[in-house]
């Protein structure tokens, strides 16, 4: 069973920054997975941030970026603002098995 | 672009449900599409997918051989047949567009709670 792990919950400052991960049992992250990002507050649908390892949709603010670092993929979000307190997810498409798999998600809290 | 579920609900185990996904303000048959849940306690997951014309189309394990997905192009929507449901397939279901770019869901609906107890 493919798992994807994220870290359960970060906090940080706002101005500060902060790096979130998505890590794969089956082995390092690679642009071959696609890694995704999405925003989610509660009561909303998620919102997608990033596509592509660290490709970003027009309405991605700025201070989001992702890359691959270290096998995981990365989320990182530089000068946090109070509105990005929100859980984020990653995804991760599996081509050869033809299915997406969904991290558990981070909770970021914004002191 | 603009994606509206419905046909949430509540249902007894063992019973089924059909999900409608209706969309609006883009070319729905050159988009593949997706459903995806969400539980409290599981976070999301992907459920299903379907290609445009409809020819293609994958499953999760968790859900192969009870869920049916559908779609119909002249009428811009997209369909979930939920048969053999269980207390597990309680979430919330959003359908989602797939992205021309990257495998990923550019854009989601706001979602349809289904419900299954006795």
């Not at chain 1, 990365?74 to 000068?79: D, E, I, K, R, V």
């Not at chain 1, 946090?80 to 798999?101: G, I, N």
């Not at chain 2, 999760?60 to 559908?70: K, P």
């Not at chain 2, 207390?87 to 550019?106: K, M, P, Q």
């Amino acid at each position: 069973q493919t798992v994807v792990t994220q870290e359960p919950s970060l906090a940080v400052s706002p101005g500060g920054t902060v790096t979130l991960t998505c890590a794969s049992n089956t082995g390092a992250v690679t642009s071959d997975y696609y890694p995704n990002w999405f925003q989610q507050k509660p009561g909303q649908a998620p919102r997608a941030l990033i596509y592509s390892s660290s490709n970003k949709h027009s309405w991605t603010p700025a201070r989001f970026s992702g890359s691959l670092l270290g096998g995981k993929a990365a989320l990182t979000l530089s000068g946090v603002q109070p509105e990005d307190e929100a859980e984020y997810y990653c995804l991760l498409y599996f081509r050869d098995a033809q299915l997406w798999v969904f991290g558990g998600g981070t909770k970021l809290t914004v002191l | 672009v603009h994606l509206v579920e419905s046909g949430g609900g509540l249902v007894r185990p063992g019973g089924s449900l059909r999900l409608s996904c209706s969309a609006s303000e883009f070319t729905f048959s050159n988009y593949e599409m997706s459903w995806v849940r969400q539980t409290p306690g599981k976070g999301l997951e992907w459920v299903s997918y379907i290609s445009g014309p409809g020819s293609v189309i994958h499953y999760a394990d968790s859900v192969q051989g009870r869920f049916t997905i559908s779609r119909d192009n002249a009428k811009n929507s997209m369909y979930l047949l939920m048969n053999s449901l269980t207390a597990e397939d309680t979430a919330v279901y959003f359908c989602a567009r797939v992205s021309h770019e990257g495998a990923t869901f550019d854009y989601w609906g706001q979602g349809t709670q289904v419900t299954v107890s006795s």
